[in-house]
């Protein structure tokens, strides 16, 4: 990797959102450079989701903007911003639960793939193609997770999975419409130590191998700690903090967000 | 608590890799509880089918329904076999738009109503328009998924129940169009228009029912085939996506809108087809044989044969025309129609588990009538239990309370058909609150009562009967297998 000036590839510009009266993030500026990994930590209610919900699409900004290699995806709906290359996985896990494992993973490569119905139901040569290379892809994504997600489980269907390998194949699943950017919501939540430590060294891998940037969500701060280059704090949608682990772990601030006010109140 | 994984043997997985055997994730409960299940007649019998090549299930069903017109008359050909190929491929259309995208649509039967209507047009003396098949039918096709379209529109803004209701009012809005408004007599109003050309492409004429089913055929196996790999298709995938959860796949880059409207689309335009087809074998097109009535039936069959099976549509559509046919009040095997009602029943009575229930509930239900009939002969005289069953076979009234028609007015004894009637109705909802073998002890007077409504008064009406008993039917399936014969099992929240 080379270590010139970054390039910034995902760019909020004094973002806002409300619900009715209630401000959920206000006034937010935040750049996540390509090959970066950006956590946002911040309590619950902070804005993260919604946050994530912007930038997809899923909601839309009253005010700011949102670039993505200096291209706006404001206003756009969520499946063109998802072609334009940003991908993301569910805090409450969001898979495609009757259908099987590998069908799930090749279901998301919907954008990138263009043979019509017609053809399809023809199955004419370009079909053919096209399927191979699906199915191809598909596999190349779940061998990402090694022995977990492999073999005899790609035609089960995915509600069959454990908690755990629902959260990895959420997120094969969202790297299969190869995204430049992938935002993973919690992507440790409800995993065991062992299965944490697992996460923590696949989200690197992510990055170093696959060639992903990474805007993550994570309440666990060994994961945290582990994998970020930057982390955003998030309270009440306004960034309190921004810098390395160590710096932002000991921001007053944070500390403040996550234990409440000084210790005046409590003494 | 936190999350449990199913299988607690798993916790410690980075270092003990897995063996590689084919029940790993399988803890032993399971797997003991799923081999005691495999090895029931039914278990076994799916297995064998899903074992077989999807190719092989569909020659097999071509080969036996080609062989049909050999062995059955003109008359049982029309009304068991084109038929039956008839609103198998309407179901496979619906298939597609319930099954695949989950599209609640109750105005399905308009798109048809529009391709009968559209095929009428343009092939009948009403305009002295008389077009061949191969411009007509794909004519009709393109209309009805017109409508298809504008209909999935709505399903852009609405979900689930509230696109039920919008489809319906469509459908109810097609049928007094038709019926009703009729403007410039340009549907014929509720006479319909007549005389319509039969099915002629490029000037050969299909006339006979065995044209006619063998045509059906085809089309329906082509059908079958390209809705198949429809599915297996990127299309499919993003159907069976958005159905499972829309907000999901539209973040996975499926455009959730379009793709519901296409499934919208290619249903009605299959539904045009068929409507066409129907249209022409019948030489007319009638708006209220496109009401709800034949909705229902087609929902039946696909709801019988599993939501997004299509093997399970030609189970579904045979089971229910023959049933329909059977019921007909015009069938001449009026013995058919009692096995048909009394194999439900027993049916029925066969899913209660355990297996020692159903047996001593039939015991019991034998003995029963038997001691009511003899009460009933002695209390009240011999009148009350010598009447003859309508549907023929005597030896019943030996068993069961049939009084005879009153001498006079010859009329049956409207109060004790009421009474009968209610006194089921009591029965069913005692029966369904209670708890045990007393559910067990209940359901043998609900049964006789059954049987004594059935011989006494339902015999006689095919029609009220038959959607009693496709009612019966659902209810039945619903306990017994949710997701249909055919269908697979659905998870909806792990």
């Known amino acids: 990797m080379d270590e010139s000036a970054p390039k910034p590839l995902l760019e909020l510009r004094g973002l806002s959102m409300a619900f009715g009266g209630l401000t959920v993030i206000d006034d937010l500026d935040l750049v996540v450079n390509e090959h970066e990994i950006v956590s946002v930590i911040g309590p619950n209610g902070a804005g993260k989701t919604t946050l994530f919900n912007l930038i997809t699409g ?19 709906q969520p499946h063109t911003i998802t072609n334009r290359g940003v991908a993301r996985t569910f805090q409450t896990l969001r898979l495609f639960l009757n259908m099987s494992v590998i069908e799930n993973v090749m279901a998301s490569q919907y954008g990138k793939t263009k043979v019509d119905i017609v053809r399809s139901m023809l199955r004419t040569p370009g079909w053919r193609k096209e399927e191979r290379q699906i199915r191809s892809r598909a596999e190349e994504k779940l061998s990402f997770f090694g022995q977990r997600l492999m073999g005899y489980r790609w035609s089960q269907p995915a509600y069959s999975l454990s908690y755990a390998n629902r959260r990895r194949l959420e997120i094969a699943r969202a790297m299969a419409t190869e995204p430049r950017i992938l935002l993973l919501d919690e992507p440790a939540a409800g995993m065991n130590p062992v299965e944490t430590h697992e996460i923590t060294e696949l989200i690197a891998q992510l990055r170093d191998k696959g060639g992903y940037t990474i805007l993550v969500i994570e309440h666990d701060m060994h994961v945290v700690e582990g994998i970020s280059d930057r982390v955003v704090a998030l309270d009440h949608g306004i960034k309190i903090a921004e810098g390395s682990f160590e710096h932002v772990a000991t921001d007053p601030k944070v500390v403040e967000a996550y234990l409440g006010t000084k210790a005046t109140v409590t003494k | 608590m936190s999350e449990t994984p199913e299988t607690p043997k ?9 063996p590689q055997t084919s029940r790993i994730g399988v803890d032993s409960w399971v797997a003991e509880s799923e081999a005691r299940r495999s090895r029931t007649p039914a278990a076994v019998l799916g297995r064998g089918l899903e074992r077989t090549p999807d190719a092989v299930k569909l020659l097999a069903f071509v080969g036996l329904a080609s062989s049909v017109p050999f062995w059955t008359n003109e008359g049982d050909l029309y009304i068991f076999g084109t038929l039956t190929l008839l609103y198998a491929t309407l179901g496979l259309g619906l298939n597609v738009v319930v099954g695949l995208a989950g599209l609640l649509d109750l105005g399905y039967i308009a798109s048809a109503g529009m391709g009968a209507y559209t095929y009428a047009e343009l092939s009948s003396p009403r305009f002295g328009l008389h077009w061949p098949a191969e411009a007509t039918i794909p004519i009709a096709m393109a ?16 979900l689930g129940d509230y696109y039920a209701i919008v489809t319906l009012f469509f459908a109810q809005a097609f049928l007094f169009f038709t019926n009703t408004t009729n403007p410039g007599n340009f549907t014929g109003g509720p006479n319909g228009l007549p005389q319509l050309d039969p099915i002629t492409f490029f000037g050969y004429k299909l006339t006979s029912t065995k044209q006619i089913y063998y045509f059906l055929l085809i089309v329906m196996a082509l059908l079958a085939v390209a809705l198949y790999f429809a599915n297996k298709s990127r299309t499919g995938r993003a159907w069976r996506a ?27 335009a299959i539904a045009g087809l068929c409507g066409a087809i129907l249209a022409a074998i019948e030489g007319a097109a009638v708006s209220s044989d496109y009401g709800v009535p034949f909705l229902i039936i087609i929902y039946a069959i696909v709801i019988l044969g599993g939501f997004g099976s299509i093997a399970g549509v ?10 329909l046919q059977f019921l007909a009040p015009q069938n001449d095997h009026p013995e058919v129609k009692r096995w048909l ?15 020692i229930r159903p047996a001593v509930v039939l015991a019991a239900t034998v003995g029963f009538g038997f001691a009511v009939h003899a009460i009933v002969a002695a209390t009240w005289g011999h009148a009350w239990t010598s009447g003859v069953p309508d549907s023929g076979g005597a030896w019943i009234a030996r068993w069961a309370v049939i009084p005879r028609l009153d001498p006079v007015t010859g009329l049956g004894h409207g109060n004790f058909n009421n ?23 209940a359901l043998v007077p609900t049964l006789y009562l059954t049987v004594l409504a059935w011989e006494n008064m339902l015999a006689q009406n095919g029609g009220i ?24 099992a659905r998870v909806e929240i792990v």
């Open chain 1, 58 to 76: 899923l909601y839309r900004p009253e005010k700011g903007q949102i670039l993505l290699g200096g291209e706006s995806l404001v206003g756009l």
């Open chain 2, 10 to 18: 798993k916790t410690p997985p980075a270092e003990t890799p897995e």
């Open chain 2, 143 to 158: 209309v009805a998924a017109l409508v298809g379209a504008f209909l999935g529109f709505a399903s852009r803004r609405l």
């Open chain 2, 242 to 268: 958005q159905r499972e959860d829309p907000l999901a796949a539209e973040v996975m880059s499926i455009p959730v809108n379009r793709v519901k409207i296409l499934a919208a689309v290619f249903g009605a």
């Open chain 2, 314 to 323: 030609f189970v579904g559509a045979t089971i229910i025309n023959f049933t």
């Open chain 2, 341 to 355: 009602f009394y194999g439900t029943i027993v049916l029925f009575v066969m899913a209660i588990k355990p297996v």
């Open chain 2, 419 to 441: 009474c009968v009637y209610i006194g089921l109705v009591v029965a069913i909802v005692a029966t369904a609150s209670l708890k045990g073998w007393w559910r067990v002890a």
């Open chain 2, 465 to 488: 009967t038959a959607y009693l008993l496709f009612g019966a039917m659902l209810i039945g399936l619903m306990a017994w297998r949710p997701q249909g014969l055919l269908g697979s």
